[in-house]
């Protein structure tokens, strides 16, 4: 055993072997961190590491050898020792993970039906299965647990593809904190129920869709996206939810040059929490019709005015002022002309004066936006303190 003094208290690190390779992990790590340091993988389908090891699926399980003493244990509970030696993929690991696997695969319906693998890319549980040859047909197929009969806008919960994993449960009541669905029953009668009636929205959900994206089968999918997307033509681009100040990591889902869904990215600072908004509308609008896309001036109302030629159907999107159309009225009844981004700026200008002439310059305050960068913030607070000449500037994300 190592021992490194760290600046602030001495790390004790553990000598292990993972198939012949030898790794350093902290005392107290799991063996599956010995595993990943040293390269390896294993299936881990009902581990998630914000919320630590349950031990459910022993999917993970390997071969440990410490002092001539060998044993099969799940690497994702058991912790790591000095001098330990692990095995992840001999014959008799491989064929354990390849039958249980399919015991697995014998309490869900159909691998070709999985909404997860046609619309998303491949599933945790089928990926496993093809990488062990598991077949869906081995065993006599259990009484597959049922679909939610669950009208919510936004979660698909197909649980004949449910393997009793509960890391949905596990995120959302100890991660989310949102305690929105519990484990009812025992065994193969065991099921994944939200409180009050089994419909989400009735329930204290919060649609952060974090149990979607721990799901490691096709049991829990965005409705939004789902059957609607070929997994095969689905591009995932790293980007960043544009909604607030927080900034959340998205990988944003396109196909074929269109934008079609979100997915959190676990590698960004915010390890793949997001909020109703990032996960099932940070996307959307940049579809929409109601978009604006050139300045527009209000030069009065509906009620005083009568209704504008062509007036937008704000509320519905139902009739939108064409491109080419000089006036149009929002869903509150403002009338809005077309203008060029000159006449917009001029505009602004003179009442920016117009308030400061007449009520001093601490009339107007000035928003600054985390979502911009920081020299656009810094020009905004020069142009609050230089061009206005008042110290009310903040920016949204202290609100
Ligand atoms: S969406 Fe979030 S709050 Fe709702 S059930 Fe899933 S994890 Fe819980
Ligand atoms: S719905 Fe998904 S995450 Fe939840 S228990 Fe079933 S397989 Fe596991
Ligand atoms: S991942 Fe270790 S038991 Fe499931």
Same mark, same amino acid.
């Given at each position: ?298 030069? #009065? *109302?509906? @009620?005083?005015? =009568?209704? !504008?030629?062509? $007036?937008?159907? +704000?509320?519905? #999107? *139902?009739? @939108?002022?064409? =491109?080419? !159309?000089?006036? $149009?009225?929002? +869903?509150?009844?403002?009338?809005? @002309? ?62």
């Amino acid at each position: 055993m190592v021992t490194t003094a760290g600046p602030a208290r001495a790390m004790k690190v553990l000598n292990v072997t993972v198939n012949g390779i030898a790794t350093g992990c902290a005392e107290g790590a799991r063996v599956l961190d010995a595993v990943k340091s040293a390269g390896f993988r294993v299936p881990t389908l009902c581990f998630d590491e914000r919320v630590g090891p349950k031990g459910t699926c022993r999917a993970c399980l390997v071969e440990v050898e410490v002092d001539g003493r060998k044993q099969t244990v799940a690497a994702c509970t058991w912790n790591a020792q000095e001098g330990m030696s692990v095995a992840t993929h001999t014959q008799e690991v491989r064929e354990y993970r390849q039958t249980l696997l399919e015991l697995l695969l014998s309490e869900t319906a159909s691998p070709a039906g999985c909404p997860r693998c046609n619309s998303f890319g491949k599933c945790e549980l089928h990926a496993a299965c093809e990488e062990y040859g598991a077949k869906w047909d081995r065993f006599r197929p259990l009484k597959r647990r049922e679909k939610a009969d669950d009208p919510n806008p936004f979660i698909q919960r197909d649980y004949d593809y449910c393997i009793a994993c509960y890391r949905c449960t596990n995120i959302c009541n100890e991660w989310e904190q949102a305690a929105a669905i519990t484990v009812d029953g025992r065994g193969q009668g065991s099921k994944v129920h939200s409180f009050f009636n089994n419909k989400l929205l009735e329930s204290p959900c919060t649609f952060c869709g974090q149990c979607i994206n721990t799901c490691p089968t096709g049991a829990l999918t965005d409705r939004k996206v789902v059957w609607k997307t070929d997994a095969a033509k689905v591009k995932r681009t790293k980007t960043i939810c544009p909604y607030c100040g927080v900034g959340c990591g998205i990988h944003l889902l396109s196909q074929d040059g269109q934008v079609a869904g979100v997915e959190p990215d676990f590698t960004a600072p915010s390890r793949g929490s997001l909020c109703v908004k990032g996960q099932f509308a940070s996307w959307e609008f940049v579809r929409s019709e109601e978009r604006l896309k050139y300045p527009l001036i209000r030069t #009065g *109302s509906v @009620r005083e005015r =009568g209704p !504008a030629p062509h $007036s937008v159907g +704000a509320h519905n #999107g *139902s009739s @939108r002022t064409s =491109g080419t !159309a000089d006036a $149009s009225s929002n +869903a509150a009844g403002a009338v809005f @002309r077309r203008a060029t981004w000159d006449e917009a700026l001029d505009l602004i200008a003179s009442k920016f004066k117009a308030i400061m002439a007449s009520d001093g310059p601490d009339a107007i305050t000035c928003w600054a936006s985390a979502r911009a960068v920081n020299e656009a913030n810094y020009l905004m607070q020069k142009f609050a303190r230089v061009a206005v000449g008042t110290n009310n500037i903040d920016n949204c994300s202290r609100t």
